[in-house]
C-alpha cells in the first residue's frame, strides 16, 4: 500500500538543464561523472569539474573560478588516489578512507577547508559522499535485475525503514521486513546540454559505456532588496541501447534578502525520483524558512533528517547556502 501523495507534488518529468542566462547574474554548474574502466569489479573512477560564470547587463561574460576533482575508488569505496585543482592542502592524505561514510568530517579536518566554503571546488567536494552513494545505480540497466541484485546483496538485505521520505514506514517502496522492493521508476533524460546556449555548461567528459553523472546549475540573481536564485540537480546513468535515463531529479526556485540573507521562500519541484513516496519531501522544506542561507549546509541535516527529508534534495538544498558567496560576485 501507497502513501498517498498530493497531485501538486508528484514528479513532472525530466527538464532541460538550463533557461537562457539573465544579464547581470551568476551560474554556477557542476559536473561528477563516474566511471568503471575494469567493469563494476574494478575501481570507480570520478572526474568533478564546476564553473562559475558572471554574465554581465550587456551580456559579456567572465568565467569567475574553476575547479576539478579527480578520485579513484576501490569496491569498497575506498579512496586510493585523490587530488584536485585548485591543489587543497591534506586532500591527499584522505587516500585509504571511506569515500562515503565520514568523509566530509575528515575533509573539514585538513585545515584548509575553512577557507573553501563557498567555492566550486568546496561544492565538488561536499558532493563525493552522496554521489559516490548512487554511482553503482549506473549499472542497474545493464545487468538482469536478479544478477544486479545478487551483485548488491548487501544493500538488497539492508533495513531501509525511516532513512528519508521515500522509505518512511508504510511506503511502498519497502518489503514489510524493511528491504527495498525494488520497483523504481526511471524516466528518460533530457541531457544537460540540449540548449542552445554553448554557455550554458561547462566543458565536462562524455564517457561511453557504463556512466553516471550528478549534474548541478544554480544561478543567482539580484531583485531589488531580493536574492533570487534558481536551480537544477540531476542524477543520470547511460543506458545499454543509448541515451540516459534520469534517477533523481529536482528543480527548485528561492528568494532571500539581500542584505541580512534570510530565506524568504524555497519552492522545489520533484522532476523523477525512484519510489512514489520520494516527493513528500518537498512539503518539509518550509521547516527551512527564516534562516540565513549561509547556514542551510548544517541546518538541513539537522531539520530534514531521516523521514523529514530526500537525500537528494536535502543535497540540493545544502547548496543553497554558496548563494551569499555567488551573491557576491553581482
Not at 84 to 100: F, Q, R, T, V
Not at 134 to 148: K, M, N, P, T
Request: hydrophobic content about 40%; glycine content about 10%; aromatic content about 6%.
Amino acid at each position: 500500500m501507497a502513501i498517498p501523495v498530493p497531485d501538486h507534488l508528484k514528479p513532472r518529468g525530466s527538464a532541460a538543464s538550463a533557461p537562457p542566462r539573465r544579464p547581470g547574474s551568476v551560474r554556477r554548474t557542476a559536473t561528477l561523472d563516474f566511471t568503471w574502466p575494469d567493469g563494476l569489479a574494478g575501481n570507480t573512477v570520478l572526474d568533478a569539474r564546476a564553473r562559475d560564470l558572471g554574465t554581465a547587463d550587456d551580456g559579456t561574460v567572465t568565467v569567475l573560478a574553476e575547479a576539478a576533482v579527480r578520485m579513484v575508488t576501490d569496491q569498497g569505496r575506498i579512496i586510493t588516489e585523490i587530488g584536485s585543482a585548485p591543489e587543497l592542502p591534506g586532500l591527499a592524505d584522505l587516500a585509504g578512507e571511506s569515500a562515503m561514510s565520514g568523509f566530509r568530517r575528515r575533509l573539514a579536518g585538513t585545515g584548509a577547508v575553512s577557507t573553501l566554503v563557498g567555492t566550486p571546488l568546496y561544492q565538488l567536494l561536499d558532493d563525493v559522499p552522496g554521489a559516490t552513494l548512487v554511482s553503482g545505480a549506473a549499472w542497474q540497466r545493464w545487468y538482469d535485475l536478479d544478477a544486479y541484485l545478487e551483485l548488491k546483496a548487501d544493500v538488497s538485505r539492508r533495513l531501509m525503514t525511516d532513512v528519508c521520505t521515500g522509505y518512511q514506514q508504510g511506503s511502498s517502496a519497502l518489503e514489510p521486513d524493511g528491504t527495498l522492493r525494488w520497483r523504481q521508476d526511471r524516466q528518460p533524460a533530457v541531457d544537460i546540454d540540449a540548449v542552445d546556449d554553448d554557455l550554458a555548461w561547462h566543458a565536462h567528459p562524455h564517457p561511453e559505456g557504463v556512466t553516471m553523472r550528478r549534474a548541478r546549475r544554480i544561478d543567482v540573481w539580484a531583485d531589488g532588496p531580493v536574492l533570487r536564485l534558481d536551480a537544477f540537480f540531476q542524477d543520470s546513468s547511460t543506458l545499454p541501447e543509448g541515451g540516459r535515463q534520469s534517477i533523481h531529479e529536482y528543480t527548485l526556485t528561492a528568494a532571500a534578502d539581500r542584505e541580512t540573507g534570510t530565506v524568504l521562500a524555497i519552492t522545489p519541484v520533484a522532476r523523477v525520483l525512484p519510489y512514489d513516496e520520494c516527493p513528500l519531501a518537498v512539503g518539509h522544506v518550509a521547516a527551512l524558512h527564516g534562516l540565513p542561507l549561509a547556514e542551510l549546509r548544517g541546518a538541513v541535516l539537522t531539520r530534514l533528517r531521516r523521514p523529514l527529508g530526500c537525500t537528494h534534495l536535502n543535497d540540493m538544498l545544502r547548496a543553497l547556502a554558496d548563494g551569499p558567496a555567488l551573491g557576491s560576485y553581482l
